[in-house]
């Protein structure tokens, strides 16, 4: 046999394996279609609760006879070598979209166009990535940094203001959009100055650690900007260091809301904070849009939401509401998600957040 037609062979043999491998999508319909979620992290409780809003929502939609099945995979560590490995297999198994929480937003982007190559639709949600072939969930963290920043220049309008920043996870999308929008609205403000910055890895303990050992060095901060899930442990480690408390920017988390009614109670009823996050609940968001998309829907492939931000008015609420060791969080149901690709093909403004 010459060469020619052993390669051709070889060719055919390949593409076989890839459109059995990708599922079919054509061949599926309604019910039938099996999406999996593929997490690079959990070693925090927005992570938790992130996978528990995924099973929720997964139940739902098997019950309601949209899907298979939907498994979460969670990788280790927060590798993105381990995550693209990860994503190949779902490939293989035969998955018909992932829903992808990226440890990288461009060390998997080869891994997701073979995805997309092979049929299989992926959508990024919280942390994204740049290859053009994905789809994309894209939650305007320069927009949260920005809020946290100007939230203190309205609480200190005038006197000088030294800001201690706590970053989240290195190299990710999210950190590097807060952390680049915190210091350039910083910088239009002469009396505010970002004089530090510690990674917190969006976990309570890491923070207080990491801001235990940077505060010796520091003079007095007035105020500390974060990213959620280190409200708490900061302002456990300036209790313990003996420092002043400072105007802390929460992040929805349980023991964040728990401590700042703390200190509304120290300050006599008022601690004017706010707290601004992605909410875990934004999974579902990608979840329904996967399957718009299996279904045949025309979804744009960014599109674009705010952060969920309240202050000490709904505090109340919010702690009532939020179970111990979670997070205030939203539910996002299909209608909504609909919704929000419609406004976002004319171009309009995501909808307003489903707040109950």
Known sequence: MCMRRVVSLILVSLLAMVTLFAGGQGEKKSGEWRIALCNNYAGNSWRQQMIKNWEAVVEQAKADGLIAEGPAFTTNESSAAEQAALLQNLVLEGYDAIVLDAASPTALNGAVAKAVEAGIPVVCFDQTVTDPSAWKLITDFYDMGEAEVEHL????????????????????????????????????????????????????????????????????????????????????????????????????????????????????????????????????????????????????????????????????????????????????????????????????????????
């Open 153 to 356: 220049h309205k609480a200190f309008p005038s006197q000088p203001v030294n800001i201690l920043e706590i970053r989240g996870m290195a190299g990710t999308f999210a950190d590097d959009e807060i952390h680049k929008a915190i210091v350039e609205t910083a910088d239009k403000y002469s009396n505010l100055s970002v004089v530090g910055e510690v990674y917190g890895n969006w976990t309570q303990s890491v923070a207080q650690k990491e801001v235990a050992g940077i505060l010796p060095s520091l003079p007095e901060i007035k105020a500390v900007v974060a990213q959620g899930g280190d409200g708490y442990g900061s302002l456990k480690a300036f209790e313990n260091a003996g420092r002043p408390a400072p105007l802390q920017i929460f992040g929805h988390r349980y023991d964040e809301l728990v401590i700042w009614k703390e200190m509304q109670e120290k300050n006599g009823g008022s601690y004017p904070s706010m707290s601004v996050s992605i909410v875990p609940g934004s999974v579902s968001t990608a979840f329904w849009t996967a399957l718009e998309i299996l279904n045949g829907e025309e979804v744009p492939k960014e599109i674009h939401m705010s952060p969920m931000v309240f202050g000490e008015e709904q505090l109340d609420y919010f702690l009532e509401h939020t179970q111990k060791g979670g997070l205030a969080d939203l539910s996002y149901p299909q209608d909504w998600v609909q919704e929000l690709i419609a406004s976002a093909k004319a171009g309009k403004p995501a909808p307003a957040d489903p707040l109950p």
